[in-house]
């Protein structure tokens, strides 16, 4: 099976620099996704590791460790629109599943 | 394009009514996925499709769901009879596989906007 952690909330200060930790177990990893869902909406994708290392892309960077069931997305210089939820999700090698972590709310302060 | 098009964007039904979710999928992918998402569980995955098949429908709370998918155009999520635990948002989700076959690397999920589901 798989389970994915992340942390509940998180509250961080515009112009700031904030990490979204995420750790998992699974059986058969085949990649790691992140992304972002404001209230109300549809999640929308952010970015993909399937090998170890940072993936940037702009003001968001995404970080894998697969000998730690490990990855961060890190966001700089927030926003207010920045303020959302922030899913992890792992997709299994054996069936193609793709399975959410209950995600991250993240507040920013002005 | 116009992305997955879901339909009602809202519904409120009487408990023991049978309530159908409709999906169409962005046109030529070939992966669909049915979710539901609540406060306390999150984003839960329910059923999907692979060229309209069902590959895995462990996800599925009970007897009371189904999911069809009679062509590659459009999917229903039916419960019957309807119950107040089942209020939730359920998203509908596609994806084009890479050339390698399965969900390859990297295929991102398209998210449609959702159906909120009360049943009181």
């Known amino acids: 099976g798989q389970n994915i952690d992340q942390p509940t909330e998180m509250t961080a200060t515009e112009g700031a620099i904030v990490q979204i930790n995420c750790t998992y177990q699974?059986?058969?990893?085949?990649?790691l996704f992140w992304y972002q869902q404001h209230a109300g909406e549809a999640p929308t994708f952010l970015s993909y590791?399937?090998?170890?290392g940072l993936e940037e892309k702009g003001r968001f960077s995404s970080f894998l460790s697969r000998s730690k069931g490990y990855s961060y997305l890190l966001l700089k210089e927030l926003q207010m629109k920045d303020s959302a939820s922030y899913l992890c999700?792992?997709?299994?090698?054996?069936?193609?599943?793709?399975?959410f972590g209950k995600g991250t709310r993240l507040h920013i302060l002005p | 394009d116009a992305g997955v098009i879901q339909s009602p964007r809202h519904e409120v039904t009487e408990m023991g009514q049978e309530v159908t979710l409709r999906c169409k999928p962005i046109s030529g992918h070939d992966y669909l996925f049915w979710y539901r998402q609540t406060m306390m569980r999150g984003l839960e995955l329910l059923i999907y499709?692979?060229?309209?098949?069902?590959?895995?429908d462990s996800g599925m709370p009970e007897d009371r769901f189904s999911a069809k998918m009679p062509n590659a155009s459009f999917s229903t999520l039916k419960i019957q009879p309807s119950e107040p635990r089942d209020s939730a948002v359920y998203f509908c989700?596609?994806?084009?596989?890479?050339?390698?076959?399965?969900?390859?690397?990297?295929?991102?999920?398209?998210f449609g906007p959702g159906t909120r589901l009360t049943v009181l």
């Open positions: 989700a596609s994806i084009l596989s890479g050339i390698s076959g399965g969900a390859g690397r990297g295929d991102t999920q398209y």
């Open positions: 590791n399937v090998l170890d």
């Open positions: 499709f692979n060229n309209n098949v069902p590959i895995d």
């Open positions: 999700a792992v997709r299994d090698r054996r069936d193609d599943k793709i399975i």
């Open positions: 699974t059986s058969g990893f085949n990649g």
